[in-house]
């Protein structure tokens, strides 16, 4: 039986972990690419590929892996800080999931969904900017696109 954090982490896991490798920006060395790109690249596998529920304790391998997220994200470009603040509140989130609570459940679900977009832009931002491929990004909410025609005038 998994633990009650193990289950809402697990599905923010499986949508953000592939996604969201960037930085807070808080401290530390705030707005040094370099840096970061090179602790992306380093721990890459850990960050997109944790294997949570076969840890002695789950517990500790969570906070642990958000630890590291905060830790890399001391080095994150201003570029793509916001998006990352956002990452690391839907991991927050999805840590904090009580199981059954459907109300914490449902606060899970929205932070990850409203994390999306920024796990897009973090992917495009290390692609582009640290030669680093951390594979596709999956995505449950579909991108709304609103195009607007050509601007008219209606003379009286």
Do not use: H, K
């Amino acid at each position: 039986m998994l633990p009650r954090r193990l289950p809402a982490f697990a599905c923010a896991a499986a949508i953000l972990f592939p996604l969201a490798l960037a930085g807070c920006g808080n401290g530390g060395d705030a707005g040094d690419p370099l840096r970061f790109c090179g602790e992306v690249e380093e721990n890459a596998e850990l960050l997109t590929g944790p294997n949570l529920a076969e840890a002695d304790d789950q517990e500790a391998a969570i906070d642990a892996l958000i630890g590291e997220y905060r830790r890399i994200g001391q080095y994150a470009p201003l570029a793509i800080e916001q998006e990352w603040e956002t990452l690391v509140a839907a991991y927050e989130a999805a840590d904090e999931t009580i199981s059954g609570d459907v109300e914490s459940e449902q606060a899970a679900l929205e932070a990850i969904f409203r994390a999306e977009q920024s796990a897009v832009a973090v992917s495009d931002w290390l692609r582009d900017n640290c030669a680093v491929d951390i594979g596709p990004v999956a995505t449950i909410v579909a991108e709304v696109t609103t195009t607007v025609g050509p601007a008219t005038t209606d003379a009286p």
